[in-house]
């Protein structure tokens, strides 16, 4: 998942569905090792140019603002040399600096997604620099369309930035029911190899078709909230119940969460009935969502919630938190549950009602899968190559 694994999930699957659309993609990166290549030619209509911008090695997120400017630099110069660019299409607050820059310099229209942002991360109590908030507030100033994933988002975008609605798109991204849909959870189970041997440490020998799994699936970063995830599993009835959670940490300060958040299971007596996975290839999570019986979304905020779409695509119930995106994704009491607050036995009583009540969480799991089949990335192309033919004959707004 890294740091940035769902933008990178949507910047992926949005240009594959635009280039299947017609549209050609550039994607600009910086160059992490020497042994990138310059260009690598993804699939027809979609291209990833590596640009130089600081050492050919991984930098810290906390450091990577600084080499904006010579990423910004490099971009325009490709541009330039390249000539057959119609639009930008800036990822993150960033990318976004970048694309404001190179927006005036080769006079192109500017489309930004944010997927997170700083002043609703502050709203939930997790620290963001007044740098960041500077530049997402002179972003969507000067950004000629500004796409929000949902209304709650678009909320956002005007209640924190006073972003002028009618430059605000709302576009939801979609899914790959190729690879998520549903499927048996006790196969699944059987393909990642829980076996009744496995369970003998873990849950005093109940067999892998047998015991409860509550997953998470994210970054490991107090923002996702996997501490209320582990305290909702010392809240069940269930001593045999097991939480699964797949995902890393997100540098210096996701790996002190993980130490965190393993101390307070041990703290709590629940450290042996807790996996912690190390991130998945996007497409092999299919498997662990139809290995759960319940999916847990307690974070302290989301744009969207790419994770719980999946989950739903692959007919799991998600309990969430009633924030963001996730009150679009979650139809509450039909497709799962939204919480208010942050108590984990609040979540406790919805994960409860469906491990008790399993024809009522297939129901929902069967719901859930109907609902996401109505999210798809060919949609969320269209909609965008309609939204680039309109800006590119519009005249281009002006910075405030």
């Not at 995830?229 to 996701?254: C, I, K, Q, R």
């Not at 969480?361 to 309609?386: E, H, P």
Request: charge should be negative; proline fraction near 5%; charged fraction near 25%.
């Amino acid at each position: 998942m890294g740091d940035s694994g769902g933008m990178n999930v949507y910047v992926r699957e949005l240009v594959s569905a635009l280039a299947q659309a017609g549209v050609a993609c550039d994607v600009y990166t910086r160059r992490w090792s020497d042994d990138l290549a310059p260009e690598v030619a993804v699939e027809p209509g979609v291209r990833v140019i590596h640009v130089d911008a600081g050492p050919s090695a991984q930098v810290p997120k906390e450091h990577l603002s600084e080499l904006v400017p010579e990423f910004t630099a490099g971009v325009i110069d490709h541009v330039r040399a390249t000539g057959d660019v119609d639009a930008l299409h800036a990822n993150y607050w960033l990318s976004g600096v970048a694309g404001h820059v190179a927006k005036h310099e080769l006079e192109l229209p500017l489309v930004s997604t944010f997927h997170t942002l700083a002043r609703v991360k502050v709203d939930a109590d997790v620290e963001e620099s007044a740098q960041r908030v500077r530049a997402e507030t002179e972003v969507i100033g000067c950004s000629d369309a500004i796409l929000a994933n949902c209304e709650e988002e678009a909320d956002d975008l005007r209640r924190h930035y006073n972003a002028p609605a009618d430059r605000i798109e709302i576009v939801p991204p979609g899914v790959d029911h190729a690879f998520f849909s549903p499927g048996d959870r006790d196969g699944a189970r059987a393909a990642l190899g829980w076996t009744g041997a496995d369970r003998v440490s873990a849950s005093g020998g109940l067999g892998a078709d047998q015991h409860a799994v509550l997953l998470f699936v994210g970054r490991i970063q107090e923002l996702k909230g996997l501490d209320v995830a582990v305290a909702t599993l010392t809240e069940l009835d269930d001593p045999f119940a097991e939480l699964v959670a797949v995902g890393g940490p997100s540098g210096a300060e996701g790996r002190a969460e993980l130490e965190r958040v393993r101390q307070l299971a041990a703290d709590l007596g629940v450290l042996p009935r807790i996996r912690f996975v190390d991130p998945q290839p996007h497409h092999l999570l299919s498997t662990w969502y139809r290995a759960a019986d319940v999916v847990l979304m307690p974070s302290r905020s989301e744009s969207f919630g790419l994770v719980a779409l999946e989950a739903a695509a692959c007919g799991r119930p998600v309990v969430a938190a009633a924030v963001g995106g996730l009150r679009t994704i979650v139809d509450d009491g039909r497709t799962g549950f939204l919480v208010e607050g942050r108590e984990p036995s609040a979540y406790a009583t919805a994960v409860s009602l469906l491990l008790r009540e399993p024809e009522l969480a297939a129901a929902m799991g069967v719901a859930a899968a109907q609902r996401a089949a109505g999210f798809t990335w060919s949609t969320t192309a269209g909609r965008l190559r309609r939204l680039y033919t309109d800006l590119v004959a519009r005249d281009l707004v002006v910075c405030a």
